[in-house]
């Protein structure tokens, strides 16, 4: 299974207190794909992906992309079984004398299609997932100093990944690790 992303997104999203009060949810809007940049990516992924797939060793095993069908994509892209993988191919019969001596004409070539630009939007903006890594909420040099200390906040340090300015690529597990290495040394070497 291909998982196709970009992994430095340009839309931005935010997070807002309602009211002072613990007890009444936050206001979370993601604000995924709002940047035409990360839908354009994002189907770039997909063809990318599309292409491996059509590859000669993918192809030897079998590979074979699903496009899913989404309602409310299909007018875009109202395609059928066989727009979607080609000819199936069938087991070989195992040749007689009469088969080896008739001559073999060489099959064509399925052709698979490809979906327009604007299936894949549609599909992304229908179907598209997070990979759960948020961060920025509380941006260095913004919300942070260079201490982590909140701004205009007397002894609140935050370290998380909220306090990345912008999202590192991929996993930030182990930058995180470090940060957390960082944010130990500034607590024990600094007065609050």
């Not at 001596?101 to 490809?114: A, L, M, Y």
């Not at 509380?138 to 370290?159: E, H, T």
């Amino acid at each position: 299974m291909f998982l196709a992303t970009c992994v430095q997104p340009r839309s931005r999203g935010s997070v807002t207190l309602k009211d002072s009060s613990t007890s009444v949810p936050i206001l979370v809007d993601p604000n995924y794909l709002h940047r035409d940049y990360d839908v354009k990516c994002m189907v770039k992924a997909i063809r990318r992906a599309e292409r491996l797939v059509s590859t000669k060793p993918l192809q030897s095993i079998g590979a074979r992309i699903h496009w899913p069908r989404p309602e409310r994509c299909l007018p875009f892209w109202n395609y059928s079984k066989q727009d979607q993988t080609g000819l199936v191919k069938r087991r070989k019969k195992t040749k007689t004398q009469n088969d080896k001596q008739r001559k073999e004409v060489p099959k064509p070539k399925p052709v698979i299609h490809s979906p327009p630009d604007e299936y894949l939007e549609c599909m992304l903006r229908e179907g598209a997932v997070t990979g759960h890594h948020v961060a920025g909420t509380c941006a260095g040099g913004k919300v942070v100093d260079d201490q982590l200390k909140v701004n205009n906040v007397k002894g609140l340090r935050i370290m998380d990944a909220s306090v990345f300015p912008s999202p590192i690529s991929l996993y930030p597990n182990s930058v995180l690790v470090a940060m957390a290495e960082k944010a130990a040394d500034l607590i024990r070497h600094t007065p609050n």
